[in-house]
């Protein structure tokens, strides 16, 4: 069964002060990882998907990396705009069946503050 | 480009009542469909999944059912609801092969009282 951990749950950070969020996964065959932020009460929205071991992906203050058994949210100079929770997910490669599914993690929910 | 649209966006029932929400997807055919619950605090539970128009895959047992009346439709129904039934509702969709990632609609917040 896939199974995603996200850490810390909560991350409580200085405008400016940089910090990485935690990803660890466990699949059978990883056709992606996904980086998602959600704010209240939308739904979530894309940010990157990595492929493989090694792959990194940025955007703005944004860079996610992976590496075989976790993935790494670096956030850097963050802005109180960048307050959100981000989810992580994964998706296996599967024979048959399976509908390209996600399995996600719990979500780290970051206050930026000034 | 493709847009998904969900509704409604809030919605308080009474226990006992019916349920349905709704999902399109435009922009994009043969669309994979899903609907993912998320209660406060918590990771997004896959409920439901759609490959093709009637094809339905369940993950959990519940008191909940879906449909695929169209390509671009997916709705999700309860003929009783239940207060655990209570929570974001998302509908996303993903293409069937090549680029995976998921896209999700704006959420329906159900509340059972």
């Known amino acids: 069964e896939d199974q995603v951990t996200q850490s810390p749950e909560a991350l409580r950070l200085q405008e400016g002060e940089s910090s990485s969020l935690n990803c660890s996964y466990t699949?059978?065959?990883?056709?992606?990882l996904f980086w998602y932020r959600q704010d209240p009460g939308k739904g979530p929205e894309f940010l990157f998907t990595?492929?493989?071991a090694g792959e990194e992906k940025e955007k703005e203050r944004l860079k996610a990396t992976l590496t075989k058994k976790e993935s790494f949210l670096h956030i850097t100079a963050p802005k109180p705009e960048d307050s959100a929770t981000y989810l992580c997910?994964?998706?296996?490669?599967?024979?048959?069946?399976?509908?390209?599914?996600?399995?996600f993690g719990t979500g780290t929910q970051l206050k930026v503050e000034l | 480009s493709q847009t998904i649209h969900q509704w409604p966006a809030t919605l308080v029932q009474p226990v006992g009542s019916p349920l349905s929400l709704e999902c399109t997807v435009e922009?994009?055919?043969?669309?994979?469909l899903y609907w993912y619950r998320q209660a406060a605090g918590r990771g997004l539970q896959l409920l439901f999944y759609?490959?093709?128009?009637?094809?339905i895959s369940s993950e959990v047992p519940q008191n909940l059912s879906a449909s695929r009346p169209q390509d671009r439709q997916f709705i999700l129904s309860s003929k009783k609801l239940l207060l655990s039934d209570s929570g974001f509702y998302l509908c996303?969709?993903?293409?069937?092969?090549?680029?995976?990632?998921?896209?999700f609609g704006q959420g329906t917040r159900l509340t059972v009282v």
């Open positions: 996303a969709w993903t293409h069937p092969r090549g680029n995976t990632e998921a896209f």
């Open positions: 699949v059978s065959g990883l056709r992606g």
């Open positions: 990595l492929y493989s």
């Open positions: 997910a994964v998706q296996a490669y599967r024979v048959t069946g399976g509908g390209n599914k996600l399995t």
């Open positions: 922009g994009t055919s043969n669309p994979n």
């Open positions: 759609s490959v093709g128009i009637g094809q």
